[in-house]
T-cell receptor, first 110, second 115 residues
Framework: SQQGEEDPQALSIQEGENATMNCSYK?????LQWYRQNSGRGLVHLILIRSNEREKHSGRLRVTLDTSKKSSSLLITASRAADTASYFC??????????FGTGTRLQVFP | DAGITQSPRHKVTETGTPVTLRCHQTENHRYMYWYRQDPGHGLRLIHYSYGVKDTDKGEVSDGYSVSRSKTEDFLLTLESATSSQTSVYFC??????????????FGPGTRLTVL
């Protein structure tokens, strides 16, 4: 069963705007990760946030984690056409397995 | 995709035939995974391996078997392919961490169509 559910399922924005995607999960976790998938390609790791962290930054990416609400958000600032992709959250419970959500499809128009 | 290859990249087969997909890594990572990706389901874990000859089932393992005789190779076999196994299959690798799982690195995928 899916652990994570992303919201929205699809998002369309203009270049320069910010994009926010949300992920909700069902059980306690150890880490939460975000991955990007360009069309026809494998997933690429973006950022990992641990359960004892609340916010993390990496370049134009900002991830927040609220363990009390079992949710995370991924913010991409000043989006570019090259950010067009699907974004997935993935959680683990101190095991060697990740459970992926169903993803958000982001379209950034030039 | 660096260091991980999958073969074949595309395959069309008929119901009832056996199919083997190969994942090869040059990173010497201990853990290897097989996922399938279907619309509306995201990625679902089929099988994984935590070392040579050490494998375990994932969420959707029925109809699939795996083998790992060398660190670098992880094979996924569909003993008798069915149309429900039409999907895109991804291999991933990672190194074990003391606290939970580490980043996974994905191969380019294999698109399998079962007619």
């Amino acid at each position: 069963s899916q652990q994570g559910e992303e919201d929205p399922q699809a998002l369309s924005i203009q270049e320069g705007e910010n994009a926010t995607m949300n992920c909700s999960y069902k059980t306690s976790i150890n880490n939460l990760q975000w991955y990007r998938q360009n069309s026809g390609r494998g997933l690429v790791h973006l950022i990992l946030i641990r359960s004892n962290e609340r916010e993390k930054h990496s370049g134009r990416l900002r991830v927040t984690l609220d363990t009390s609400k079992k949710s995370s958000s991924l913010l991409i600032t000043a989006s570019r056409a090259a950010d067009t992709a699907s974004y997935f959250c993935a959680t683990d419970r101190n095991t060697d397995k990740l459970i992926f959500g169903t993803g958000t499809r982001l379209q950034v128009f030039p | 995709d660096a260091g991980i290859t999958q073969s074949p990249r595309h395959k069309v087969t008929e119901t009832g035939t056996p199919v083997t997909l190969r994942c090869h890594q040059t990173e010497n990572h201990r853990y290897m995974y097989w996922y399938r990706q279907d619309p509306g389901h995201g990625l679902r874990l089929i099988h994984y391996s935590y070392g040579v000859k050490d494998t375990d089932k994932g969420e959707v393992s029925d109809g699939y078997s795996v083998s790992r005789s060398k660190t670098e190779d992880f094979l996924l076999t569909l003993e008798s392919a069915t149309s429900s196994q039409t999907s895109v299959y991804f291999c991933a690798i990672s190194e074990p961490r003391r606290e939970g799982t580490d980043t996974q690195y994905f191969g380019p995928g294999t698109r399998l169509t079962v007619l």
